[in-house]
């Protein structure tokens, strides 16, 4: 008669919990404040919802259909480790075109998974444990963990709705010490609108130039500013070398889920990056870099040309609309976010969005979790369509009114 | 045209019930100056009518619509105006365009099955004088029309929070 195992005898030593795996590095980064909101709205229907970081454009036809056709004539295979030769080349027109500054397609561009990891690989190439990195805010919401993730130290530097949210010298002056390496630039600003002017640009690049510092612009927004052009922080004189420039085609072409991003700069910054890149990913994907390839065509420009007059239209209309609601609205002058001030009704931005959700139905995101300068402040995509910008700027101003009678 | 008022056409284009206020905040101009390009385009007509696209095929699932191809004879001095209007004065008929190619008018028809189009094109439009020919084409399934697409397909995919 064969033996049968007992199983409760052979249980092993007792397990540690599975988190105690998990490396300090790991286990010392915050999740993300957006992360619990979401979970909130997620329960909730007929929500209408402003709190979106994409386009509401779907990817034009003509750039999908790029793709599609690269995988039915069997383009399924790796590219170079930089990206297709053809598609750094138009990367490299492209950005001459339109905001003045020249990169050598051979070494000086990399496309990457989405701007998000160029902009790891630039800290991974750049931080030496211990390094300071200097973060205006409030800002996207990666920037400091990735810094974190690199063995960096994030230091924040508050921006001021009066000053419609620009970096101002004396304040990046203040936050510099000499472990200071690298400023961290978005301007088009997420989530504040923000954006900076040459003029705004040349104290910056003073002090920049003066302590020695590099420069990741993450420029991701570029495309989408209303008044004036985007003036790109590498155009500033003495500033190219300086300069790592991010960039991709998330948002000026309606491509998010494509992930596809770029970076470009000095060739000994793109050779180390690259190294981590082959390592890590080898390449983006084949059929993204086709149909970027299609949305640098004239007829993709054209397309981009017509979604951003969208923007703008829109943009006008939330402005005016919370002016009116009776919050303090800074003019936003690029992306597609406006950062309404709520402070008038004496909540945090986080009670303000909360209750907005609960007894107003819309969804937005409080400004404190996009670090020092958010708090007070909500933020509010305004691409989504007019119907539903108009029914939501209703429902917060009845909200409004209802809080400030004290109800 | 100035660009004003093709911005203008373009955002009623797109909703015809948006008003001069909103269209007004959209372009940043004052209400009065978007009443006043809006009335001219009226009197201009160039907008001639507020109307609202309707997907027939949900409401009467019998109602047809055919593109009669008509071949015509032209008239001396009048070329192709004077039966054109014979044609288009039928209220059955949806739409008139002259056209280049194999033959001179295409006729949209709507009616409520496919007998009455048959019959109107038998006993209507063959008749007239100058008629050499037609060939009626059936409408099976609108897709798109006027730049709108009927499928429900543009549904929006996007996670309701990111950053």
Redesign the interface.
């Known amino acids: 008669m064969a033996m049968i195992k007992d199983k409760e005898t052979t249980t092993s030593i007792p397990r540690k919990e599975m988190a105690d795996y998990l490396s300090p590095m790991a286990r010392g980064i915050k999740p ?1 404040g ?1 992360r619990r ?2 979970d909130l ?2 329960a909730r229907k007929d ?1 209408i ?1 402003l ?4 386009p ?1 454009f ?1 990817t034009p036809w003509h750039v999908r259909e790029a793709a599609v056709y690269s995988l039915e004539t069997g383009k399924t295979q790796y590219t170079s480790n930089a990206g297709m030769p053809e598609l750094r080349g138009a990367i490299g027109q492209y950005l001459n075109d339109q905001f003045a500054v020249e990169y050598n397609p051979a070494d000086e561009i990399l496309v990457t998974v989405g701007g998000s990891e160029a902009i790891d690989l630039a800290l991974r190439a750049l931080i030496t444990p211990g390094d300071e990195i200097l973060i205006p805010e409030p800002c ?3 920037y400091s963990p990735i810094t974190t993730l690199s063995g960096g130290v994030a230091v924040g530097i508050e921006t001021f709705a009066k000053d419609n949210f620009k970096l101002k010298a004396e304040s990046l002056q203040a936050a510099i010490t000499p472990q200071s390496k690298v400023l961290i630039l978005c301007y088009p600003s ?1 989530p504040t609108g923000g954006i900076m002017t040459y003029e705004d640009w040349l104290p910056i690049a003073k002090i920049v130039e003066e302590n020695d510092l590099i420069v990741i612009s993450d420029e991701i927004y570029a495309e989408l500013t209303y008044g004036s052009k985007h003036v790109s922080f590498a155009s500033i004189p003495g500033m190219k070398d300086r300069t790592i420039l991010v960039s991709g085609f998330s948002k000026a072409f309606a491509m998010t889920g494509w992930r596809m991003g770029y970076a470009c700069g000095h060739t000994d910054l793109i050779a180390a990056m690259l190294k981590i890149h082959q390592y890590t990913v080898m390449c983006a994907p084949v059929m993204g870099q086709y149909a970027a390839l299609e949305a640098l065509s004239p007829h993709g420009l054209e397309e981009k040309d017509r979604m951003m007059e969208s923007y703008n ?2 943009r ?2 939330v402005v ?1 609309g919370f002016r009116e609601i009776g919050l303090d609205c800074h003019e936003p002058e690029g992306a597609f976010y406006a950062f309404p001030s709520i402070q008038s009704t004496g909540l945090t931005s986080e009670q303000f969005a909360q209750r907005l959700l609960e007894e107003a139905n819309v ?1 937005a ?1 409080p400004g404190g979790v996009f670090g020092l300068g958010g708090e007070g402040h909500l933020r509010c995509s305004y691409a989504t369509s ?2 539903q910008l ?1 029914e939501a700027l209703d429902r917060i101003g009845n909200f409004v009114a209802k809080v400030k009678q004290g109800s | 045209m100035n660009e004003l008022q093709l911005k203008v056409l373009e ?1 009623l284009k797109e ?1 015809a019930r ?1 008003d001069a206020e ?1 269209i007004a ?4 101009r004052s209400i009065e100056e978007i009443k006043q390009v809006i009335a001219e385009l009226e009197s201009d007509h160039i907008i001639v009518k507020y109307a609202t696209v309707v997907n027939w095929s949900k409401v009467d699932d019998e109602k047809v619509t055919a593109l009669i191809e008509v071949q015509i004879t032209p008239e001396r001095g009048r070329g192709f105006e004077g039966i054109a209007e014979r044609i288009y004065l039928y209220p059955e008929v949806k739409s008139v365009y002259l056209m280049s190619g194999a033959y001179d008018l295409l006729v949209e028809i709507e009616g409520k099955n496919l007998k009455e189009v048959a019959s109107f094109v038998s006993n209507k439009l063959s008749p007239i004088d100058k008629v050499l020919s037609t060939k009626t084409n059936f409408i099976l399934k609108k897709y798109k029309q006027d730049g709108i697409i009927f499928e429900e397909h ?1 549904d ?1 995919h ?6």
């Open positions: 993300s957006i909101f979401f709205v997620s929500v919802t709190g979106v970081g994409e509401d779907t996207y919401i990666s997420n239209q829109r006008r209309l005016k969804a995101v007019v119907a108009t | 955002l909703d948006r909103l905040t959209m372009l940043d543009e929006d996007r996670l309701i929070i990111s950053p």
